[in-house]
């Protein structure tokens, strides 16, 4: 079976009401988040090797509305889990063809319309060198990243929840990287950064500031975010 693009709330309505014992795989994705490109391919080769399973494919910011429904915040599906449930709730094994591999890709394939979040790493040792390389990565994963506790619908920490508040005020898209789940993040961003607080701001892998002086940037210019990609860029 073919992958299904989701055009409207409607189709979407439509489609998943259809026949409520069907096993229905639901794709989000934004068209610039670099990593949804190997998902695609990977989406559509799986689509194809379960027939009986419904494959809809979501642009999250087209249809933020279905993303809201959902409370999609997660980016960076790992493909061997997302095989794994596909297992465990369909009738037969899945598998990806081809050239892909589906159990070292990783890839991101889900967003909101103003927050993508990165997961943290499964391998429990990481030498140094790998950790540097990981928060280069995860700091340039989205044009404006937030290192926070917790999420932007649940931040653990009101220094969190401000700088989550202000973002939106500004009506900026942004990823987010809970530092709560991954300590080699929380504790490696303070060197990284040379800021030793949470939360951290980083736009387009620069490090911007904590919540105080994003305040005072914006106090300064309130085009701040605008002038800060542009600048970074």
């Known amino acids: 079976m073919s992958v299904t693009e989701i055009e409207s709330e409607a189709q979407f309505t439509e489609l998943t009401s259809k026949d409520p014992a069907k096993l229905i795989a639901l794709y989000f994705h934004t068209p610039w988040a670099g990593p949804c490109q190997t998902m695609n391919s990977i989406f559509k080769t ?35 889990e997302f095989i794994a449930a596909l297992n465990q709730f369909s009738d037969k094994p899945s ?54 506790k917790g999420s932007p619908s649940s931040p653990q920490c009101g220094f969190s929840r401000q700088l989550v508040a202000i973002l939106r ?12 789940k991954d300590d080699s993040v929380r504790q490696g961003l303070k060197n990284f950064s040379d800021w030793p607080t949470f939360p951290q701001l980083y736009i387009n892998g620069e490090f911007q500031g904590g919540l105080d002086i994003i305040k005072e940037s914006i106090e300064e210019d309130t085009e701040f975010f605008d002038n800060a990609i542009k600048n970074t860029a």
């Open 169 to 180: 005020e500004h009506q900026v898209r942004f990823g987010f990287f809970d530092i709560l």
């Open 95 to 148: 598998s990806t063809t081809g050239n892909t591999d589906a159990s070292t890709t990783a890839a991101a394939s889900s967003s909101t319309s103003t927050s993508t979040s990165i997961p943290p790493a499964a391998s429990s040792e990481e030498s140094p060198e790998a950790l540097e390389d990981r928060l280069k990565k995860l700091t340039s994963a989205a044009p404006v990243m937030l290192f926070m």
């Open 46 to 80: 799986l689509a194809q090797a379960n027939p009986t399973t419904l494959f809809l494919s979501i642009n999250a910011d087209d249809l933020s509305e279905i993303s809201e429904l959902f409370e999609v915040k997660l980016s960076g599906a790992d493909p061997k």
